[in-house]
């Protein structure tokens, strides 16, 4: 699996988790220390974020690093990343009017 791809795949999975938690990225931000523009390029899959950082996103967001690997793991296929689109439509917990 090229590399990019799971950059993207991993920051779909933050930003799905982030949704799920109806935080905007600023917020996210502030309650794990870091800056705005730092999580947004993570979400855009620019960035190659460190086990430190990990961590702090998954404290913030109240989910278990285990939790935003097996949604990156979702967004992954054979042919690259799935949209975001495509995963919400497969999530039971999510309402069609959310999609």
Same mark, same amino acid.
């Given at each position: 699996?090229?590399e990019?791809?799971?950059l993207?795949?991993?920051?779909?999975?933050?930003?799905y988790?982030?949704?799920?938690?109806?935080l905007?990225q600023e917020?996210?931000?502030?309650l794990?220390g870091l800056?705005r !523009?730092?999580v947004?390029?993570?979400?855009?899959g620019? =960035?190659?974020?460190?086990? /430190?950082?990990i961590f702090a996103?998954c404290?913030?967001?109240c989910v278990s690093?285990e939790a935003i690997f097996?949604? !990156?793991?979702l967004?992954?296929?054979?042919k690259?990343? =799935?949209?975001d689109?495509s /995963?919400r439509?497969?999530?039971?917990?999510?309402?069609q009017?959310?999609?």
């Amino acid at each position: 699996m090229p590399e990019p791809d799971v950059l993207r795949a991993f920051g779909q999975a933050l930003k799905y988790h982030r949704q799920a938690s109806s935080l905007s990225q600023e917020a996210l931000a502030e309650l794990c220390g870091l800056h705005r !523009t730092y999580v947004g390029s993570i979400e855009r899959g620019e =960035r190659n974020l460190g086990l /430190l950082n990990i961590f702090a996103i998954c404290d913030a967001l109240c989910v278990s690093p285990e939790a935003i690997f097996r949604t !990156t793991d979702l967004f992954l296929n054979q042919k690259g990343v =799935r949209s975001d689109d495509s /995963l919400r439509k497969d999530d039971p917990n999510t309402s069609q009017r959310e999609v």
